[in-house]
């Protein structure tokens, strides 16, 4: 049953995974960021570094710097290398709960530490919005705020913990929403402790 105190399309799935699987996760993450390590996004004009580090896999991957600003590309921009491919184990949970037929073209891989935040934001950096954006939680818990499509709608908080699934289609594709902060020792997952996490994407038709 929907949550009546969400907006329409966004699903919130609470303990998709259990903790042998987010292991599991963790490990495939780990493989994924030692051939594309993770790197401190820019933000476009100003230059000023993301509180995140991040990484991506799969055919494209999300990038932004101060010269060229938001865009997908399909190499690393530090390496040069191409991504490497998003784990099976992913590819599993699109099809289970994206309602899309075409699979991702992209899995952004970014890392929290406990002083990290994400402002409000839509993501409309894809061409294709009609399949969802598919989000995955591990490692300590964070306070995520979503809201509606303009950034002066409302807004509703509530904590997302290890192994929660996030969906974010429909009417829903490109609200704002972000991470008011992370809770630090809210989970054992991660060995220094942190929070991760993995967005799905389509980006073209």
């Known amino acids: 049953m929907a949550d009546p105190s969400l907006p329409p399309g966004l699903r919130y799935l609470p303990g998709y995974y259990d903790r042998e699987a987010q292991e599991g996760l963790v490990a495939a993450i780990r493989r994924v960021v030692a051939d594309a390590p993770l790197f401190v996004p820019r933000m476009p ?15 494209l991957g999300w990038v932004t710097d101060r010269e060229r600003g ?12 191409p991504w490497p491919e998003i784990p099976a184990v992913l590819l599993d949970l699109w099809r289970a709960v994206a309602g899309f037929q075409a699979p991702p073209e992209a899995c ?24 969802p954006v598919v989000s995955v939680s591990l490692g300590d818990q ?6 509606g ?13 290890s192994g929660d699934v996030l969906v974010l289609g429909g009417e ?3 609200v704002f929403h972000g991470v008011d902060r992370i809770y630090p020792g809210t989970s054992t997952l991660l060995k220094n402790g942190g929070r991760i996490n993995l967005t799905l994407r389509r980006v073209n038709p």
């Open 45 to 59: 004009r100003t230059g000023k570094p993301m509180s995140v580090r991040m990484t991506n896999c799969g055919p």
């Open 70 to 81: 938001y865009r997908y590309q399909p190499s690393h921009p530090e390496t040069g290398r």
């Open 108 to 131: 952004l891989v970014n890392f929290y530490d406990g002083e990290a935040r994400m402002g409000l934001h839509q993501d409309r950096d894809e061409a294709e919005f009609a399949a």
């Open 142 to 147: 964070c306070l995520f705020r979503v809201g």
């Open 149 to 161: 499509l303009r950034r002066d709608d409302p807004t509703r908080s509530f904590r997302l913990s």
């Open 172 to 174: 829903s594709r490109l």
